[in-house]
């Protein structure tokens, strides 16, 4: 079946860094999503991508739908302590595969 | 706008009980629901989907079972928990056609 290979697994970076994490896979995707977890809270939506090459942001997050439809990227820009947290991938090619997670850590 | 609920937010049952987890959503109609549990190890496994009611689907055979007996109510169950039935559930809608799922604040279970 599907799946969705997510890295990395956890970063623990310093405060005002820049993230970068992806998900790929060998099947190809219609729509990708990016969420993010805070500990004991359900996943948030950040981000929804529905083209491949299609570039989109909300506010220090961007994420991209790769051109070869079975990949996509997020970046985090000037990391602060809130974006503590695990982030998700999910990719739409038949059902919704989520990813196993980025855990985030960011130290002050 | 639209909103999920979960209730219990906490649950500690006993081996052997029974469960009920509730999930609500207010301010759509014919929304699809999901039930997901989440481990320690993060991932995030599907349960059952419903796309209307009295319409379910099981993703992976086990210990629970899922009803839908009104338009946006959702409900796990169990006759007999096991220690393997802990984790942290999540309910999920989406709108018709669509595939961004909107999650609720989950329900913490441990199973003693």
């Known amino acids: 079946g599907q799946q969705l290979n997510q890295s990395p697994q956890s970063m623990f970076i310093q405060e005002g860094e820049d993230v970068s994490m992806n998900c790929t896979s060998s099947?190809?995707?219609?729509?990708w999503l990016w969420y993010k977890q805070d500990p004991g809270e359900g996943p948030v939506l950040l981000i929804a991508l529905y083209k491949a090459g299609e570039l989109t942001s909300n506010g220090r997050l961007t994420a991209q739908f790769g051109i070869t439809r079975k990949d996509s990227f997020l970046n985090i820009s000037a990391s602060i302590p809130s974006d503590v947290g695990i982030y998700f991938c999910?990719?739409?090619?038949?059902?919704?595969?989520f990813g196993q997670g980025t855990e985030l850590s960011v130290k002050p | 706008s639209q909103t999920i609920h979960q209730w219990p937010a906490t649950l500690v049952q006993p081996v052997g009980s029974p469960l009920s987890l509730e999930c609500t959503v207010e301010g759509t109609s014919n929304p699809n629901l999901y039930w997901y549990r989440q481990a320690a190890g993060r991932g995030l496994q599907l349960l059952f989907y419903s796309v209307g009611i009295g319409q379910i689907s099981s993703e992976v055979p086990q210990n629970l079972s899922a009803s839908r007996p009104q338009d946006r109510q959702f409900i796990l169950s169990s006759k007999k928990l096991l220690l393997s039935d802990s984790g942290f559930y999540l309910c999920?809608?989406?709108?018709?056609?669509?595939?961004?799922?909107?999650f609720g604040p989950g329900t913490r279970l441990t199973v003693t």
């Open positions: 999910a990719g739409q090619g038949g059902k919704l595969i």
């Open positions: 999920a809608w989406t709108r018709d056609s669509s595939y961004e799922q909107y």
């Open positions: 099947s190809i995707f219609n729509t």
